[in-house]
């Protein structure tokens, strides 16, 4: 099989198209001149007037891919080159395709490769080296790090990046704007807007829909009998509609057959025990009911709580070809309202500008192939001519109200999982960034690439489909988008004029990348765990357990001590901050278009996006060596701005998050993706006036395990704060020390 991105048009594909072709011009950056990514090297447009010490042939591409010579030109400035490497990448400024068009490729009449100098610092060319041990209490460990490295992380039990920027404000630290921090506030407000959006909308929406649909095949059963047919399009909407109708029960109960109401509670029973893999008394087959346990922000309230039981009957419960009455019966049900039928249309528009667009069939698809006169009433005039049709479009496939999504990862999940890769039963986080076409990933899964002989294979595939991917695929839903961002921070790293202009040592500032491209993934899956596919089928037993919540600690408020002595650092990322801005961008647009956010939220993520430009623009000017401090005075209201964003977003939200991301069906085992509290960053960088001074800043963290129960946040917390916590990845040994700074040792319950 290969990995494809669906085409088909969604209810929101029409301002989705204008919001990206909107967002991506106005973060365009504008820098001239030319210049490369991998080395040290000036262009200018087209050929110049005066040839040069080197020419060179400029290919244009689609990401790596070589498609046509285009022209050639000549090398105006060579820095820092030496022997014996021929090929130099080079990009517009430094920005990948997606920012002006065109990539190019510079192959070399000549040796001339880059040479990175050895990271080698000493404490007296470092300005403030005696403030960063005084005020963080540096160890011997860290300061090794830092000397031979230029960076290193720390554990902490911090929640929120504002507490770390207002630690550096107090004790006069220069700040690290790192693109965790940024993504991370994000995140938190993405987490924020859905679950109030699922409280105050989505839950009623549904409601109001099944309620349509239960009282009109209510009415048809008792008018025209409870044939099989009708009883299980019953049974179908009113399992969801019990827990959402909670605690009242489902209207006029008693007027349903007894066998209906048997299945009907059968059912229910199953999905509050959740207990694992059992033979579904609707479906006939075993379902795997542990995913009806609640978890992710569902937990916050009994209301998210039992939305969450509904939306995860309709992505577990689907119905096929042996159903194709049922499925008529209740698109028609659900068709006799127009008002409920666009309620259902806006809930699922929502859906899909999270998620994506399903595969599976919904009432939308379904509804184009029944006559607009077609109804409940005048059912038997249409009966045989819209089954049929149905059963030609069912084939292969499944209806559902609100089916879950294929994301990108899923599909490369199962693209690398058994039957695909035979033998290879749970995926790593590192097949995505593999897959993204990142090599540092494949340093780690070398014992893949060597136990599993398709596997290699499979990646290869997977990342020419990957390359292929439109502007349109990528910010076809703000899932993917998030993704497109991680792809952009992992492209980046490997930027060896960026390596240049922070000179830390390449293996953990690469190291570091994979851990914050996998961090924001799975906040990321942590939002919308009941929307997407995590199991292709099922199979095997699963238990639950319940430890109890140990709160973490919140760090104190010092007073100040001393003035800053450079105000600090941006991640010089420009073409990340750059897509992180579009994504923001499109986020808020595309919220603001569907009309169910407040103006506070929405407020929020504009605030947000003009932190993210300011600091997409400081990264350019690193990059090019133009930054002045004037540039930075944004880091002097980093705090204020961040806590007017965060104002409000209960403590909850900035947990460590816990997704389960993909399950299994031949072992039963659980893949787990999550991040633990933020970690907190060092590293040096060189000021305009040619001082190098210390930053210190958020980073993400992330944990991988695979295990047989599924947990809620409050579990993992527990399970975090442990006294034998899950161990994390074994990349981050190159830039993480053991030992907490001694200035936050009191905030760590470790």
């Not at 899909?352 to 006559?371: E, H, S, Y």
């Not at 991917?469 to 961002?485: F, K, P, R």
């Not at 209201?637 to 031949?666: C, M, N, Q, W």
């Not at 907190?680 to 040619?690: F, P, Q, T």
């Amino acid at each position: 099989m290969v990995l494809r991105t669906s085409h088909k048009l969604g209810i929101v594909a029409a301002f989705i198209v204008g919001l990206i072709v909107a967002s991506i011009i106005a973060f365009i950056p504008q820098i001239t001149p030319l210049r490369y990514a991998e080395g040290y090297l000036e262009m200018t447009e087209g050929i110049p007037a005066t040839p040069s010490p080197a020419t060179v042939t400029i290919t244009k591409t689609t990401t790596q891919y070589v498609t046509e010579v285009v022209t050639e030109a000549s090398i105006i400035s060579v820095g820092r080159l030496a022997p014996p490497v021929k090929t130099v990448k080079t990009t517009y400024g430094s920005w990948p395709f997606e920012a002006i068009g065109t990539e190019y490729v510079v192959v070399l009449k000549g040796e001339l490769p880059v040479v990175l100098p050895p990271i080698h610092y000493n404490p007296e060319e470092i300005a403030n080296f005696d403030e960063l041990v005084d005020e963080l209490g540096l160890s011997g460990e860290h300061i090794r790090y830092l000397l031979s490295k230029g960076f290193f992380a720390a554990p902490s039990t911090l929640d929120n990046p504002v507490d770390l920027f207002e630690f550096n404000d107090f004790r006069g630290l220069p700040t690290y704007v790192t693109i965790d921090s940024m993504l991370y506030t994000y995140l938190l407000v993405l987490d924020h807007i859905l679950s109030s959006v699922e409280e105050e909308y989505l839950a009623y929406w549904l409601k109001e829909v099944l309620e349509e649909i239960y009282y009109n095949l209510l009415e048809y059963g008792l008018s025209h009998g409870f044939t099989e047919p009708v009883s299980r399009a019953l049974i179908y909407v009113s399992v969801p509609l019990y827990f959402l109708e909670y605690p009242k029960g489902l209207p006029d109960y008693d007027k349903l057959p007894l066998s209906v109401r048997k299945v009907i509670e059968d059912e229910v029973e199953l999905i509050n025990r959740h207990k694992g893999f059992v033979e579904s008394p609707f479906l006939g087959k075993v379902i795997d009911y542990s995913m009806f346990k609640v978890r992710g922000h569902y937990t916050r309230s009994e209301l998210l709580a039992n939305y969450f039981k509904a939306i995860t009957w309709f992505g577990e419960v689907g119905l096929n070809e042996g159903d194709v009455e049922s499925i008529a019966l209740i698109v028609l049900a659900l068709k006799s309202s127009a008002r409920t039928f666009k309620l259902w249309v806006k809930l699922n528009s929502v859906v899909t500008f999270v998620t994506g667009l399903p595969k599976d069939l919904t009432p939308q698809d379904i509804v184009k192939l029944m006559p607009e006169e077609a109804s409940l009433a005048n059912y038997d005039m249409f009966k045989d001519g819209v089954i049929t049709k149905i059963s030609r479009l069912l084939k292969g496939k499944k209806f559902s109200m609100l089916p879950r999504r294929e994301t990108l990862d899923f599909k490369i999940f199962k693209e690398l999982t058994h039957e695909e890769v035979h033998g290879r039963y749970l995926p790593k986080g590192l097949d995505i960034l593999a897959v993204l076409g990142y090599d540092r990933a494949l340093d780690y899964l070398s014992e893949d690439l060597n136990t599993y002989p398709e596997y290699g294979g499979k990646l290869n595939q997977l990342r020419e489909v990957i390359s292929n991917m439109s502007l349109s695929d990528w910010y076809g839903c703000i899932h993917t988008a998030i993704l497109y961002v991680d792809e952009g921070i992992v492209r980046e790293v490997d930027d060896a004029l960026i390596l240049n202009v922070i000179g830390v040592d390449k293996d953990a500032w690469e190291d570091r990348a994979l851990t914050t491209a996998l961090g924001s993934w799975s906040i990321s899956r942590h939002h919308i765990i009941p929307y997407v596919k995590q199991i292709p089928e099922y199979s095997l037993t699963m238990t639950i357990a319940t430890p109890t919540l140990i709160p973490p600690a919140t760090p104190p408020k010092p007073s100040p001590i001393r003035e800053k002595p450079h105000p600090g650092f941006v991640d010089p990322l420009p073409s990340a901050w750059s897509r992180l801005a579009i994504l923001v961008n499109i986020t808020l647009n595309g919220l603001k278009n569907l009309k169910i956010v407040s103006y506070g939220d929405l407020n929020r993520l504009s605030s947000l996006l003009e932190l993210i430009i300011a600091f997409r623009d400081i990264a350019v000017k690193e990059v090019k060596g133009e930054v002045n401090t004037s540039d930075l005075s944004i880091l002097n209201e980093l705090v204020p701005k961040l806590d007017e964003i965060l104002a409000g977003i209960e403590g909850v939200v900035l947990r460590p998050k816990d997704p389960d991301v993909f399950t299994s069906p031949y072992t039963g085992e659980i893949l787990f993706a999550e991040t633990g509290f933020l970690d907190v960053a060092v590293i040096l960088y060189r000021s305009n006036d040619g001082k190098i001074f210390g930053a210190v800043g958020p980073i993400l963290t992330y944990y991988e395990f695979k295990g047989t129960e599924r947990l809620t946040d409050e579990e993992w917390l527990t399970k975090l704060l442990s006294r034998s916590p899950p161990g994390l990845p074994i990349w981050v040994s190159s830039y993480r020390c053991v030992k907490p700074l001694t200035a936050f040792t009191s905030l760590f319950l470790g």
